[in-house]
């Protein structure tokens, strides 16, 4: 069996695989020859990127390094298993939204840009007694939850369906995110970019929220209305690590909006990214030369 990698760096860390051939191949010059039974592209997975899957004679298995895969499968050839990347961008994803929850609550990018002048900022908000709604709890969900309870944080968790849960007690549904906004101090956006999630903090949720309310994006640009973001800067915080547009153009106005801090979309491209995406393709070539189940699977034939 070939298997073709993007990178001599993930191949170097997958390493050698009893009965796979493992090639590598960003995209760019010759086609692997012969018959690619399973693909590992960038980790951006950008429309160009995916479109050289038609390129690969017999491929049946696409392994993306992300975690998100909208728009992926629509791209790709026709009787193909997709599997994301579900499980290895949590704690990086995790740690890089309590990082823009403190960043935005304590005041560290105004203090950056006052750099020069003692300038104090009383009374700012505490991660402590905050509410944080953590809006769609699945893995990175969790792994959110699993940093923000000890640091003494109120925690709500909303995903698709109501259900018990050991870590947060009980999370509630989206059909109560009305009634739950007006009570938050902080809303961490995890949740995937569907026809369903688009614009789901969008102009009337984000009027929901109370005045001083921060609203923090690591899921999908698309998740929160950029026009909205704008009509409500400055009475609400706003922390983006993904926008939409993406990239962010310079001189958007969402780079001068005020109470706005973006980072680019490096929530989970961090040192800890290599040796789980490693292990997961690792472990994905092993089943597929064995014939059990891979995981991960999002779509199938």
Known sequence: MKAVLSSRELADAVGPVDGVEIEVWNGDGPTPAGDVEVWVPHYATSADVIDQGHRLQGLQVVQLQSAGYDGVAERLPDGITLCNAAGVHDDATAEHAVGLVLASLRGIPEAVRQHGHWQRMPGRRSLADSRVLVLGYGSIGRALAE???PMKAQVTAVATRE???????????????AALLPEQDVVVALVPL???????????????????????????????????VLRH????????DVTDPEPLPDGHPLWDAPDVLVTPHVAGGTTAMLPRISALVRDQLRRRVAGEPLVNVVATP
């Open 233 to 240: 800067a400055g009475r609400l915080r706003f922390a983006l």
């Open 194 to 228: 569907t026809e369903a999630t688009r614009g789901i903090l969008g102009e009337e949720t984000l009027a929901l929220l109370p005045d001083g309310a921060l609203v923090v994006n690591v899921a999908r640009g698309g998740v929160v209305d950029t026009d909205a």
């Open 147 to 149: 940093r923000l309870l």
């Open 163 to 177: 259900r018990d849960d050991d870590l947060v007690g009980r999370v509630r549904s989206t059909d109560d995110l």
